[in-house]
């Protein structure tokens, strides 16, 4: 079972509820539920890639299940994301992220394993070198529809990430996804 919180804090409401800064750590305030509709693969196929990208963006930037309690992990910039901490969505251990696209923040990552205790594994195809030395389990590896190297970069399923590193049998409780618009190709993975 993979559970995605797909909620992104650089838009500054977020079904009318203010974002409220604190060090670290950000708290927004409560959030509703707001419904997405997701078109057939027929319509998709017939939108641009501005139209794609944007439509994946307004997505991503609305809340996808209810949550009274959400903190900002890591940077308030790009490298920061929002978890809910609600009972049914909390990262109990032993949890397992993996965040797919960290270029040189690694924010998120570090705040994951330091304030939850997580098993966190940061995934980046362009930075050969560890981007911090806090980040113990980083692979130059990305992820993509399909195995392979492409443009001298290895890319990974999923399902290929997941048993090259023996976690088939774990839970994966957090899957952080900033991947420069290249998230369709994962999504259409079989």
């Known amino acids: 079972m993979v559970t995605v919180h797909l909620c992104r804090a650089d838009v500054q409401k977020i079904a009318g509820s203010t974002v409220l800064p604190v060090a670290g750590v950000q708290k927004i305030a409560r959030s509703a539920v707001m419904p997405v509709v997701i078109p057939s693969l027929e319509e998709l196929k017939t939108k641009t890639?501005?139209?794609?990208?944007?439509?994946?963006?307004?997505?991503?930037?609305n809340?996808?299940?209810?949550?009274?309690?959400?903190?900002?992990?890591?940077?308030?910039?790009?490298?920061?994301?929002?978890?809910?901490?609600?009972v049914k969505w909390y990262p109990t251990?032993?949890?397992?992220?993996?965040?797919?696209?960290i270029g040189r923040d690694s924010t998120f990552d570090?705040?994951?394993?330091?304030?939850?205790?997580?098993?966190?594994?940061?995934?980046?195809?362009?930075e050969k070198k560890i981007p911090?030395?806090?980040?113990?389990?980083?692979?130059?590896?990305?992820?993509?529809?399909?195995?392979?190297?492409?443009?001298?970069?290895?890319?990974?399923t999923l399902r290929d990430t997941r048993k090259h590193l023996n976690h088939t049998?774990?839970?994966?409780?957090?899957?952080k996804m900033d991947v420069e618009s290249s998230e369709w190709r994962f999504l259409t993975a079989n």
């Not at 139209?51 to 963006?57: C, G, I, P, S, T």
């Not at 330091?114 to 966190?120: A, D, L, P, S």
């Open 63 to 86: 809340v996808q299940v209810k949550c009274n309690k959400i903190v900002r992990v890591g940077s308030i910039g790009d490298g920061g994301w929002n978890v809910c901490l609600d």
């Open 49 to 61: 890639e501005i139209e794609l990208e944007d439509m994946y963006h307004g997505f991503l930037n």
């Open 132 to 156: 911090n030395r806090e980040l113990l389990n980083f692979h130059d590896i990305g992820i993509s529809n399909k195995s392979g190297i492409d443009g001298g970069r290895q890319f990974m």
């Open 110 to 126: 570090v705040g994951m394993k330091n304030i939850f205790g997580c098993e966190v594994h940061s995934f980046d195809p362009f």
């Open 93 to 101: 251990k032993p949890c397992l992220v993996y965040s797919f696209g």
């Open 169 to 175: 049998n774990k839970d994966i409780s957090i899957l």
